[in-house]
């Protein structure tokens, strides 16, 4: 299967042609999907960054259950998942907090995200998304700390109407899986004139016990899901915008699978019982966008938001008598605004400040023959961490190459606020850069290069987290952890045209000061290994990344993305392979328009083995000690428009009821699935 894709890019990627024209519908084909990874809407082409992106139409093709299902396909980003109602892209190599998420450009990222598998993407409605960008490498620059692996950034929907006449628009969305016994439901309605726009949307999920390729089933994958979001649109004139948006989302009970059954190495469970209870997010976000020129900037922007996550858990240990309850919140004010200015037609600079304030509550409760006794909470209640940082990005262009160059001061205060501890507040500042090459070899080809350096100050989770941790571990706190860093370099070729995109991208990273949990030596009373996160790690990272498209005529095409990454770590001058590497992965899918109303949609995932495994991989219940091996699975769609309004989607999943885990994950893929949706837009 990899060497079928490897033909693919190498034999059919197309040729320079002199017969080829270069005209302007080739460009204008292309120019349609704009960006804004550089914080200004630019095309894809036209960046010197390594961008995947993912749109409506392409939506639209996948199977949803989770925002982070979106991202499986694409180039680079590899995705992992704990338990059904969670899932992480990990960007080479790199997860969790080593990574920004943001919804419309606002940071999902808390203090207590973890640096490793964690649920918070899962609480982001798939269904209210109109585009995904994933900026492969690092981005701290624009985006500030955390921005090691990528960024990914979720743009939601946005009503749009022309004319002063009142409007009204609505899509209804079902769906049911077989293999995990679920229904998803949506509800969209848009209504509005060229002045005053709103949308609002309901959806619902409820996901029953999932059965895997062989015909075994999995306890404790029940959960459902509710959300809500409503956004407004202000047109004040042709250049002012104002938006208002609120999103809301909830899992009210979420078992932790892997918690739950037995792991490799166990020969028990850690709990009898472990539920987030609940998981929800809220979101309030306010924006102005200025696109009257003044002698400061051609275009503004201003944002201010407020997320709430909480985190709430009922755990019970095996074979234990006591519940233990948490409940975790995170409270995060961000703002920030972005000018950019043309200052002649070779310079262009996009500056800009933000700002966050994060505080997080923390309690947790012990109950014992109904007796409720006080526990230490996971975090320090009341700890806060704060955030201010200033940023530019200037980008000189000349005849055929541009070159960017962006630098950015971040200034840090993270209080734990610990009644323990003596020095509890940690003040730290960086400055970061990147280096930009971006070359016009023709109207339909581009070689880009960068050279970053990331940065990711350490966090609540890193400095104050206590409690137990999965595999018979009790985590204590430590404040003398560094920032973590990585420097990268990546160089790659992008080819669009009519027939074709290509997007082909190597990369190198030097990851420095990587924290991690340390086992300690000591035990706790109750047998638990007591760990620590320390900066103990190097780590070398390379790989591939690969997408491809071509239309074979007008009703059909290939699309293909081939992955690969290599990593390996340093500590006390030994050395190992890194933590969770993804294996060589990728798919290859063909789409045939048959007619008007069928077309028919072939797919291949597959995934190579993975037995390069760090001493933390091969002691994780979660993964095999022997490895993860790999799978193909067949998969085939079609598409029946029943009127111009109406859509029905079937799918046949894991055609061969294969039996597979995707690596790091705590439970095994679903078997054998019958997938049909319904979408009507009225």
Do not use: C
Not at 189 to 199: C, F, H, I, L, Q
Not at 231 to 250: A, C, G, H, M, R
Not at 583 to 595: D, E, S, T, V
Not at 632 to 647: D, E, M, P, R, T
Request: proline share 4%; glycine share 8%.
């Amino acid at each position: 299967m990899v060497s079928l894709t490897l033909l693919l890019l190498l034999g059919l990627a197309p040729q320079n042609d002199p017969s080829d024209e270069d005209n302007s519908a080739d460009v204008a084909d292309v120019e349609n999907v704009l960006v804004t990874a550089s914080r200004k809407k630019q095309t894809v082409e036209n960046l010197s960054t390594a961008v995947s992106v993912v749109t409506r139409a392409e939506i639209l093709e996948k199977n949803i259950t989770l925002l982070p299902d979106l991202l499986r396909e694409e180039a680079g980003v590899y995705i992992q998942q704990t338990t059904p109602g969670q899932g992480i892209p990990i960007i080479r190599g790199l997860k969790g907090s080593e990574n920004v998420h943001l919804i419309d450009g606002m940071r999902l990222n808390t203090a207590f995200f973890r640096n490793s598998p964690n649920q918070y993407l899962a609480l982001v409605d798939p269904f209210m998304t109109e585009q995904i960008e994933i900026i492969r490498g690092p981005a701290s620059v624009l985006y500030g700390g955390d921005a090691l692996g990528g960024v990914i950034n979720v743009i939601t929907h946005t009503p749009n109407f022309h004319g002063k006449e009142w409007q009204n628009i609505g899509e209804i969305f079902f769906s049911y899986d077989s293999a995990d016994e679920k229904t998803l439901s949506h509800l969209l309605w848009d209504m509005g004139n060229e002045k005053v726009a709103t949308t609002f949307g309901l959806s619902y999920q409820d996901i029953g016990t999932r059965t895997i390729g062989g015909g075994d089933k999995v306890p404790f994958t029940n959960y459902t899901s509710r959300a809500f979001n409503n956004k407004w649109l202000f047109n004040l004139s042709e250049d002012k915008f104002i938006k208002f948006d609120i999103q809301f989302l909830t899992q009210p009970s979420t078992p932790r699978v892997d918690d739950l059954v037995v792991g490799f190495g166990q020969t028990e469970p850690d709990s009898s019982l472990f539920l987030f209870s609940p998981n929800e997010r809220q979101f309030v976000h306010l924006s102005y966008d200025n696109q009257t020129p003044t002698s400061w900037y051609d275009n503004s922007n201003y944002h201010i938001a407020w997320q709430q996550i909480k985190d709430h858990r009922i755990k019970s240990d095996f074979d234990s008598d006591s519940i233990t309850k948490e409940q975790n919140e995170s409270a995060l004010l961000s703002f920030q605004s972005t000018f950019d200015k043309q200052l002649n037609n070779h310079f262009e600079v996009i500056y800009g400040l933000d700002f966050y304030h994060d505080t997080i509550s923390s309690a947790k409760q012990k109950i014992n023959d109904g007796i409720i006794s006080i526990s230490e909470p996971r975090f320090p209640d009341d700890s806060t961490m704060r955030h201010v940082g200033v940023f530019a990005d200037m980008t000189k262009y000349f005849d055929h190459q541009d070159l960017t160059f962006g630098l950015r001061y971040s200034d840090y205060r993270i209080d734990l606020k610990s009644p323990e501890i003596n020095d509890d507040t940690l003040d730290l500042d960086d400055l970061t850069w990147h280096v930009g090459w971006l070359y016009h070899l023709d109207d339909h080809n581009r070689l880009f290069s960068n050279l970053g350096r990331g940065f990711r100050p350490p966090n609540i989770f890193d400095l104050g987290q206590v409690g137990e941790r999965p595999g018979n571990r009790f985590n204590i706190i430590n404040t003398a952890i560094k920032p973590e860093t990585v420097h990268t370099l990546d160089l790659g070729w992008k080819h669009f045209s009519k027939k074709s995109h290509i997007d082909l991208t190597v990369f190198y990273s030097k990851y420095k000061d990587k924290i991690a949990s340390v086992v300690t030596g000591e035990l706790t009373d109750d047998g638990q290994f007591i760990v620590q996160s320390q900066n103990i790690n190097d780590v070398v990272l390379y790989g591939l990344e690969s997408s491809f498209k071509y239309s074979i005529d007008a009703d059909s095409e290939i699309k293909a993305v081939l992955n690969y990454t290599w990593g390996e770590e340093t500590s006390d001058g030994n050395t190992e392979p890194a933590d969770r590497i993804p294996p060589l992965n990728g798919f290859i899918g063909y789409k045939r328009q048959l007619n008007e109303q069928w077309s028919i949609n072939p797919k291949i995932i597959y995934s190579g083995t993975q037995d390069r495994l760090s001493s933390r991989d091969v002691g994780d219940p979660r993964i095999n000690p022997n490895g993860t091996g790999g799978f193909v699975s067949y998969n085939i769609y079609a598409s029946w428009k029943l009127s111009g309004a109406a859509n029905f989607r079937f799918g046949l999943e894991n055609l061969f009821d294969k039996k597979y885990r995707e690596h790091g994950s705590g439970l095994e893929a679903a078997g054998r699935n019958f997938h049909t949706s319904f979408n009507y837009m009225f």
